[in-house]
């Protein structure tokens, strides 16, 4: 069973960073492409930032580019966001996501994996 739980929310004053974190228990997770979504309240989830299985492909909403950046470290079945230069609007319940996907790069798919969310809340 796959499951994916993600670690690292908390508040954080506006410019300020943090680090989210998603662990894996998924054999061969270098298999898969990941991914970041958020959700802020009474608003839909939306992609924040994708990565192929090699790492070498990324993708980013328009939002976050420049302040976010998603790693993984396959040995470590990990997944990273850095968050940097955090606005309020940035404030959600954030999500990571993964899929398989081989050594396909899949840009924004239908993921079939998801954790439980961690909160963020950037206060102003």
């Known amino acids: 069973q796959v499951q994916l739980v993600e670690v690292g929310g908390g508040l954080v004053q506006a410019g300020g960073s943090l680090r989210l974190s998603c662990v894996a228990s998924i054999s061969a997770f270098s298999s898969y492409s990941v991914g970041w979504f958020r959700q802020a309240p009474g608003k839909e989830r939306e992609f924040v930032a994708g990565m192929s299985w090699s790492g070498f492909n990324t993708d980013y909403a328009d939002s976050v580019k420049g302040r976010f950046a998603i790693s993984r470290d396959n040995a470590k079945n990990t997944v990273y966001l850095q968050m940097n230069s955090l606005k309020p609007e940035d404030t959600a319940v954030y999500y990571c996501?993964?899929?398989?996907?081989?050594?396909?790069?899949?840009?924004?798919?239908?993921?079939?994996?998801w954790g439980q969310g961690t909160q963020v809340t950037v206060s102003s």
């Open positions: 996501a993964a899929k398989w996907s081989g050594d396909s790069w899949l840009t924004r798919p239908d993921y079939d994996y």
